[in-house]
């Protein structure tokens, strides 16, 4: 079985570049994060501080994160048996997920069924820690990165797109804050592996990052 990780900060683009991929080679794509703000989601609908690591580890085993995927093969997010795909990428709902994946509790309720799927499909997995923690020996590892403001600027056109009110400069204030916390915590921090392949994407189109990423792969095939 074949296995990609990609790493990065928030908005660097990990989970567009990692689709296509998927597309392109016909493998599984798992978008952690997704399942990370899925936890969030449940903590803030329950009106929990992100802070509250007790009450949190408490919480942890009576909830279950599933991924499926419809039709048309897109990702669908199942928490507790709801589909909450289309609420999982407000900002709020990714700053919970920023604090509260920090907590051991929480990494490990979810690291066993990431780990199964590379054992069982090819895949392509995104996140902060996937080639460090989750899949230390992954066929290819990527850290993906871009400036702040580039990262701030491509969330503010995403979220404007789906309609949903934002301001530019609070966005770039948050990305820098959960590029702190990610990097900083005691559990897992955001860090490229040794055997990672750089790649800025500051300046680079979707379509360029794709083939670079492609090109990698490749080489070990």
Do not use: W
Not at 67 to 96: A, C, H, K
Not at 130 to 142: R, Y
């Amino acid at each position: 079985m074949y296995s990609i990780a990609i790493d990065g900060p928030a908005g660097a683009g990990k989970s567009t570049i990692a689709k296509e991929i998927a597309k392109r080679l016909g493998f599984i794509y798992v978008d952690t994060g997704a399942m990370y703000r899925a936890m969030g989601l449940c903590f803030l609908r329950k009106g929990i501080d992100g802070h509250d690591r007790e009450t949190i580890a408490d919480l942890c085993p009576s909830i279950r994160v599933d991924l499926s995927y419809d039709g048309e093969g897109r990702q669908q997010v199942i928490l507790n048996g709801e589909n909450v795909t289309p609420f999982i990428r407000q900002e709020e709902v990714g700053q919970m997920a920023s604090v509260t994946s920090a907590i051991p509790e929480v990494r490990a309720a979810l690291l066993d069924l990431q780990r199964n799927m590379a054992l069982t499909s090819d895949i392509i997995m995104d996140g902060r820690d996937i080639g460090t923690h989750v899949l230390p020996d992954a066929t290819l590892k990527i850290y993906l990165t871009a400036s702040p403001g580039v990262r701030a600027r491509r969330r503010y056109d995403e979220l404007c797109e789906k309609g949903i009110p934002c301001d530019l400069n609070r966005i770039e204030e948050d990305i820098i804050k959960r590029d702190q916390q990610d990097m900083t915590r005691e559990i897992a921090p955001l860090k490229q592996a040794e055997d990672a392949i750089l790649l800025d994407s500051s300046d680079m189109s979707i379509q360029e990052v794709v083939s670079a990423i492609l090109e990698e792969f490749e080489k070990i095939r």
